[in-house]
Structures are given as C-alpha cells and as structure tokens.
C-alpha cells in the first residue's frame, strides 16, 4: 500500500490503510503497509523526502515482495497512486494497480495547492508547512 502525501501507514486517512490492511489479511492476503523514508514512524526527516525518494523506497519494498509473493498488487492513495503508476509501468511483476482518490497531473500550478503566505514562502526560503507538515521546493518541484 502507497500512502498519499500527508498521511502515514498507521494513521492515513480514517485510518484506511489500518482498516484496509486487516481487511486483507482476515481474506489471507499478505499485505505491507510502509512508511517511506521521513514518513511517519520511519527513520528519516520528512523535510528531505522527496518524489523520487518515495519512488525509491517504494520500489525497494516491490523487490522484496517480489521474493515472497506470486502476485504483486499495488494499492495507492493520492499520490501514492501516482507512485504506484510509475512502478507498474516500468516492473511487469506487478499485476494489478487498485487506485483510491488519485491525484492527476501535470502538478503545473502549485500556486494553487497553497496559502498565498505559504507560497511566498515556499518561493522565498525554500520549504514552507502546509497542514503542520513541512514541505521542501524539491518535492514540489518533482
């Protein structure tokens, strides 16, 4: 499971993932709910998590499902549907995407996605915080 962009594997949104996750497993399905690097309870700081970093931890979790797992299903939230959609596309072990809420793109008009004080400021310092999460230029940018 890929979780969107303000939330952790054991919290997300009404606790989707948690509730998803049991969901699963009460049907005998393995599923990982992962933090990637900076997110949540993992080792890291968020104000360093970039797109590409999340695609990277992303992609090392796939790897090692694909050593335990027949099937590889993706489930992704927000931007973890993005995520999940540039890792099926290049790994053909990953069978099936389920897409919940995703984000379309081009991401052309942050302008739009912030206050104008945080967009001055994300302008101006290069990191502002949106929602008590701090958020870098770069993983605008990417």
Do not use: W
Not at 52 to 68: F, G, M
Request: negative net charge; contains cysteine; glycine residues 10%.
């Amino acid at each position: 499971m890929l979780q969107g962009f303000y939330s952790s594997t054991h919290v997300g949104p009404a606790r989707l993932y948690v509730q998803f996750g049991r969901l699963l497993a009460a049907r005998g399905i393995e599923a990982l709910r992962v933090d990637p690097c900076g997110v949540g309870d993992s080792d890291g700081e968020f104000e360093r998590t970039t797109y590409a970093s999340e695609l990277d931890d992303y992609r090392i979790v796939v790897a090692h499902a694909k050593a335990r797992a027949r099937r590889i299903v993706l489930i992704g939230h927000c931007l973890g549907a993005g995520l999940a959609v540039r890792i099926a596309a290049e790994d053909p072990a990953v069978g099936r995407l389920l897409l919940i809420s995703p984000g379309c793109g081009p991401f052309s008009t942050p302008e739009n996605h912030f206050s104008d004080a945080e967009y001055e400021e994300l302008a101006r310092a290069g990191h502002t915080v949106r929602k008590a999460v701090p958020i870098a230029r770069e993983f605008v940018e990417a």
